[in-house]
């Protein structure tokens, strides 16, 4: 009898794996994704089963039909934002910019907000530098919501003025990425809770429960002092982005925005913060009246794995193939959808000054073999690749015909596109393009044109290399 029993537990095994391979394939091909997304899965689970299944389990379950947050909700604190908003704003902006504007609130609900300030910060010590004297002077809140905030030097200086403003009276609510900060002792978060700050993990991972959405993050940098100054950007909260890495600096973009924009910014956070707290905050002493601080106009999209569509995936798409001069673009990673490579082909072809800035060295080596097996399609339709050479670069900025650009947390990848919760900040202000246009230019100085024809002669089994990591794009 016991002979019997071990001779089927194997056959018994087998069968329940085939069904379970089967019933994983068929749910994969009954989504509708991309047909390359979908292929991907299909080859990953048939020849690597076991692992392919767990991979899928927590990385490639669709989300997107399932609504984290319900419209009522959605609408109250979006009708806080309604309330400033007057549709003179679009008078004050160029015409030209009004079809990308009309983009953007038909697929995100963005609203334009003109009379703005903007400060732009290239590194880590300009960054926290400005964000530590903006929270110094809070008066009624600090919203503060980051993908990484590390317990380090700069971590701890953070939870210190953080602690001494909530002593001052001013409320100071604080989340986190819970998968990204794993690696963060715990503790660090229960100082902050015993000072007094409300502090909160996004889709926290308890096996299993959550297991299945380990794969949507939430990516957004966004800050919000006293309702009128916000934060938007590239960096976290981590040493590493005033200091550097041991073989080279950080370039990042960051943004300080005043003035009515802000309202997106807190829309956004308030959101969230419904999300992990099941609080509901949409007072308006969190949307006051604002005057004009500048001249620059700012819609703040977001975008996440459970929207309709795809926002600022669309939004890049739409600027490359309307783009008519030039569009320059930085990015620390470089894995393109189907759409977007088309884009950029296209946008080449139609004689559009079109450049990519990629690091020449980048922290998550797979990532950045993949990224390069998409680099020899756009040369050869004329787009301009550099590499930046003095450091990582994560800065994600775009900004494209003197009047156009956009500064946020989102990459140039399916990760950033289609799984991640994304915010950005789109201007149209001719000095604010200029500015972010040479920053770019100077950046090209720091780096090295990468010519087609030397680029074809890489060796053999570099190029393997990259071809096999680009197999897997969609799941990176």
């Not at 990629?358 to 990224?371: F, G, I, K, Y």
């Not at 947390?409 to 990760?415: G, I, Q, W, Y």
């Not at 190029?463 to 680009?470: D, G, H, L, Q």
Request: charged share 25%.
């Amino acid at each position: 009898m016991e002979a019997t029993i071990q001779t089927l537990l194997p056959i018994l095994g087998n069968i329940v794996l085939w069904i379970s391979i089967i019933g994983a394939i068929f749910v994969i091909i009954m989504e509708n994704k991309n047909p390359i997304k979908t292929i991907s899965w299909v080859i990953v689970i048939y020849f690597l089963p076991f692992a392919g299944l767990i991979l899928y389990f927590f990385f490639g379950q669709d989300i997107r039909k399932k609504r984290m947050i319900s419209k009522r909700i959605d609408h109250q604190v979006r009708d806080r934002m309604l309330e400033k908003f007057d549709s003179s704003e679009l008078d004050r902006i160029d015409e030209k910019a009004h079809h990308f504007i009309q983009l953007l609130q038909g697929n995100n609900h963005a609203l334009p907000f003109a009379g703005n300030k903007v400060e732009i910060y290239t590194t880590g010590q300009e960054k926290m530098d400005a964000l530590f004297e903006s929270i110094k002077i809070a008066k009624h809140h600090i919203h503060l919501q980051y993908f990484k905030i590390e317990d380090d030097l700069i971590g701890n200086e953070l939870l210190a003025l953080l602690a001494q403003k909530t002593k001052e009276g001013v409320k100071v609510r604080v989340m986190y990425d819970d998968a990204a900060c794993w690696k963060v002792n715990k503790e660090f978060y229960e100082r902050m809770k015993d000072e007094g700050i409300e502090v909160r993990g996004f889709l926290k991972v308890r096996f299993p429960l959550f297991a299945n959405k380990i794969n949507y993050r939430n990516h957004r940098k966004v800050v919000v002092i006293d309702g009128y100054t916000g934060f938007i950007g590239g960096m976290n909260i981590a040493d590493r982005y005033v200091h550097g890495l041991s073989w080279g600096k950080w370039r990042d973009t960051h943004m300080k925005i005043t003035g009515r924009a802000v309202y997106g910014l807190q829309s956004s956070f308030l959101l969230d913060w419904f999300f992990v707290d099941q609080t509901l905050v949409s007072s308006r002493d969190y949307f006051p009246e604002i005057s004009d601080f500048g001249d620059v106009a700012i819609q703040i999209a977001t975008s996440g794995p459970t929207d309709q569509w795809h926002t600022i995936m669309q939004a890049i798409l739409f600027a490359l193939t309307n783009a008519k001069e030039y569009i320059y673009i930085q990015t620390p990673y470089f894995l393109p959808t189907e759409s977007i490579m088309q884009a950029f082909k296209a946008c080449a072809l139609a004689d559009v000054d079109i450049r990519l800035m990629l690091p020449e060295e980048a922290d998550v080596p797979m990532v950045r073999s993949a990224s390069r097996s998409f680099i020899k399609e756009i040369m050869e339709a004329g787009v301009k690749v550099y590499f930046y050479k003095k450091g990582f670069l994560h800065s994600k900025a775009v900004v494209w015909d003197d009047y156009f650009s956009t500064i946020g947390s989102t990459n140039m990848d399916f990760r950033s596109f289609e799984h991640n919760f994304e915010i950005n900040a789109f201007m149209y202000d001719e000095h604010t393009a200029k500015e972010l246009k040479r920053i770019f230019l100077n950046d090209q100085q720091e780096s090295v044109r990468i010519r087609l024809k030397e680029w074809r002669k890489r060796p053999l089994m570099e190029r393997c290399k990259e071809s096999f990591c680009r197999l897997f794009s969609p799941m990176l």
